[in-house]
């Protein structure tokens, strides 16, 4: 199978969940999409599984545009997806 080469962002809480990582290159298949994505991220950074698999807890954005509850994206050689905590007032 064809793997190709997408970035990973961390921000806020979601960095903290990611051993304080700021980003990451990730080799994903050609197939992956944004929800298999979120397993994959789930399974390496077990402290972020919880909210990166509940789309209510963790906002993907592709390419700098918000993915939006419940919609599947393709991904591709070069994207990069931001993992966007809620950002908790107070």
Do not use: H, W
């Not at 080799?27 to 399974?43: G, M, N, S």
């Amino acid at each position: 199978s064809t793997m190709v080469t997408i970035k990973i962002l961390f921000f806020a809480s979601a960095r903290e969940a990611a051993d304080n990582l700021t980003s990451l290159d990730l080799e994903v298949e050609i197939t992956c999409d944004t929800t298999q994505l979120r397993k994959i991220l789930a399974e390496r950074f077990p402290r972020l599984a919880s909210s990166v698999l509940d789309e209510e807890s963790l906002t993907l954005a592709l390419n700098e545009e918000y993915v939006l509850m419940g919609q599947v994206l393709p991904l591709k050689a070069g994207d990069t997806v931001a993992l966007i905590p809620p950002i908790s007032g107070g």
